[in-house]
């Protein structure tokens, strides 16, 4: 079941809410290294961005909130500890860049972010249930964003 015409209008809205929201807080960092811990979330987002990517496979990549008409459920690798490692990947990041050069304004930007994907999943989540049904099964031993501690084995 493919979304309406005011789902995917709203999808297309929100990536590029995204993508904005992303390009300020890269944009507006500091062209030095980072300290430490800023370096250490930014390393850790890349990391897990291009670990995410590598199992998902650039056929699967999409940035609005519903799996493209191909698309399979993809439950290894960090998918098989957080249901949207991609979006982690960029919350990690983007909150290294932020800590790299903070202002209250960059926060705000980064809280947004925050919101802007959890309205996203949102819309990505539901989606996902009406073509998967081993989605609500996934959803039980996985994490949203960050691993729920509460990994169970998936039912046969």
């Known amino acids: 079941m493919q979304p309406s015409a005011s789902g995917r209008i709203r999808g297309r ?19 030095r290294w980072p300290d430490a811990p800023a370096a250490a979330l930014l390393l850790a987002g890349i990391g897990l961005g291009f670990w995410s990517l590598a199992v998902m496979g650039l056929r699967q990549l999409t940035i609005w909130p519903e799996p493209r008409a191909d698309a399979v459920l993809v439950t290894h690798g960090p998918y098989a500890f957080v249901r949207h490692p991609m ?50 099964d996934y959803i039980r031993r996985t994490g949203l964003l960050w691993p729920s501690g509460r990994r169970t084995p998936p039912t046969p």
């Open 87 to 136: 979006y982690s990947a960029a919350l990690l990041a983007s909150l290294g860049m932020l800590l790299h050069t903070f202002s209250l304004s960059r926060a705000a930007g980064w809280a947004a972010l925050l919101a802007v994907l959890l309205v996203k999943i949102r819309m990505e989540e539901a989606a996902l249930r009406r073509r998967f049904s081993a989605y609500e």
């Open 13 to 31: 809205v929100l990536a590029g809410f995204q993508a904005g929201l992303l390009a300020w807080m890269i944009l507006g960092s500091r062209p």
